[in-house]
């Protein structure tokens, strides 16, 4: 079946350090990939995607590439500041009938101190 | 526009108990999914409803758990007779009704726990 692995937290960096968040995945097909991001006390909110392969998502400096031949959706960051503390989470959508359930990794808890 | 909304926010029940959670889609949404998230889990799908219709219900324990969307109101997820093991937290998402696969839009979430 479709699974997501990501690195386990918590990760914690200095403000202005360079941030990678792995993700690998499993599925049948060609699926759309996501990084999800929660703040404290607050729903998930869309941060990037990618729907095939070679696909770079990116949004507030944040970016992933759908790397097929590695199975990877990887969040990197060139500079994070406090304000970038969440948690993080790398989904995937299969690409078959039934194409709405998002998949969901653990979660990578980010703590950046000034 | 107003996001997702969940309510309660926080729901405390004692084993045997009901809890109701309930959910308001965005302004013009008509497909809602619930998801829960079990301690140091990541979040598992559990149903996919529009309006009046559940139209996959594959992630839902065959008992005590049933989601409904009426025609007039919030989508309500019931669980029945709780028990310690249900305790996590419960997220609802819609999306518009262009078709299956758009963005899902997450609610804040509604932490049960279950004494």
């Known amino acids: 079946g479709n699974s997501v692995t990501q690195m386990e937290g918590p990760v914690t960096l200095s403000e202005e350090a360079f941030l990678t968040i792995n993700c690998t995945y499993t599925?049948?097909?060609?699926?759309?990939l996501f990084w999800y991001v929660q703040y404290p006390g607050e729903g998930l909110q869309l941060l990037l995607k990618?729907?095939?392969?070679?696909d770079k998502g990116s949004n507030k400096g944040f970016e992933a590439t759908y790397r097929k031949e590695t199975t990877s959706f990887h969040l990197e960051k060139g500079s994070v500041q406090v304000s970038d503390s969440a948690v993080y989470f790398c989904?995937?959508?299969?690409?078959?009938?039934?194409?709405?359930?998002?998949?969901f990794g653990k979660g990578t808890k980010l703590s950046v101190i000034p | 526009n107003a996001g997702v909304m969940q309510n309660p926010r926080h729901l405390v029940r004692r084993r045997g108990q009901e809890a109701r959670l309930r959910c308001s889609p965005m302004?013009?949404?008509?497909?809602v999914y619930w998801y829960r998230q079990l301690p140091e889990e990541g979040l598992k799908f559990m149903v996919y409803?529009?309006?009046?219709?559940?139209?996959?219900e594959s992630g839902m324990p065959k008992e005590r758990f049933s989601a409904e969307f009426p025609k007039e109101g919030p989508s309500i997820l019931r669980i029945q007779q709780v028990v310690r093991g249900d305790s996590a937290a419960y997220f609802c998402?819609?999306?518009?009704?262009?078709?299956?696969?758009?963005?899902?839009?997450f609610g804040p979430g509604t932490r049960l726990t279950v004494l």
């Open positions: 998402a819609s999306s518009p009704p262009a078709g299956v696969g758009d963005t899902q839009y």
């Open positions: 599925a049948t097909g060609y699926p759309s």
């Open positions: 990618a729907t095939k392969a070679d």
């Open positions: 989904a995937l959508r299969y690409s078959g009938a039934g194409s709405y359930q998002l998949t």
């Open positions: 302004k013009g949404h008509s497909h």
């Open positions: 409803l529009q309006k009046e219709n559940i139209i996959d």
